[in-house]
């Protein structure tokens, strides 16, 4: 008798379907954070977008959001210096590369207040002085996906107009639907020595962001997108891995809820998880490969690579 066939893989995010462009519920953090009500024509209220300008005004409203490490110099929200880099913004400084940068924040850090939004891993922004413009892409926590959005008319004297992106363009890069980097070292960054000279040699002032800094930004970034970039295996475990919403697949998630805690609570230390008494019902998760067969968990498998080859 033959061995039971194994479900043919299956994509956690399809780059071909990187779904509509507005969220199908709920905001994004950017519009979460930044959204404010407006008087409009005869006093109507409409909605508007309240985001501090220049950008070392940003950079403090983030800071201010987020818990600083008491035992780090490093700011909340990491920012790194790209003069040459692949972004759809990346001819905007030319011939001026490295007298106008590329600025990439990322947000590592918990809330500043147990009631504040969590940013961790959900953020990220990217500015080009020279295009006005900012390139955000943060996390719909209704939705369960990253959204992507254009700050336009960023510059002083200007309204910023905010709109949702094209899915299908930024997908050509972005194909597991969130934030992606460059490959360690990070030599696009400013953690490349001969970067970080030609940015001192101009002797600008880049939003507070000094010119010479080693790898530990840049890996900071690049942690927090590893991280970010599992959302959606996580959302595609718990919405599917356990069936759909009978007393089993309950069961099920409740089990999976539970090995999560413990996990978050121990700090990461492995375990198992036992049901809280001898005669209970046991505790129907058992984590299992995202590659194993029918029986188990749906196959399920990452798009391209998040780390990028450096070029320089």
Known sequence: MSAPQADPPVWVVDPAMPGENLPPSGRSLFDRLFAVREKGVE?????GYDIPFPF???????DTQLKRD????????????IPLGRSLQRTAAAPDYFLFPRVVVAVDSPPSVPSGLLLKDRLYIGYQEKSDVLEVISYNESAGRFEFQLVKNYRAGAKPQVFYANRTLCYACHQNGAPIFSRALWDETNANPKVAALLSASGKDFYGIPPERGVDIPYAIDIAIKRANGFALTQRLWQEGCGGKDRPALRCRAGLFTAALRHALSDGRKGTVAPPKATATPLCF??????AGPADWPSARRTSPIAIPCRI
Do not use: F
């Open 43 to 47: 006093g109507h209220e409409t909605a």
């Open 56 to 62: 070392t005004k940003l950079l403090t409203r983030l």
């Open 70 to 81: 008491p035992n780090s110099l490093l700011y909340p929200a990491k920012r790194v210096l």
């Open 286 to 291: 058992v984590p299992k490969p995202v590659d």
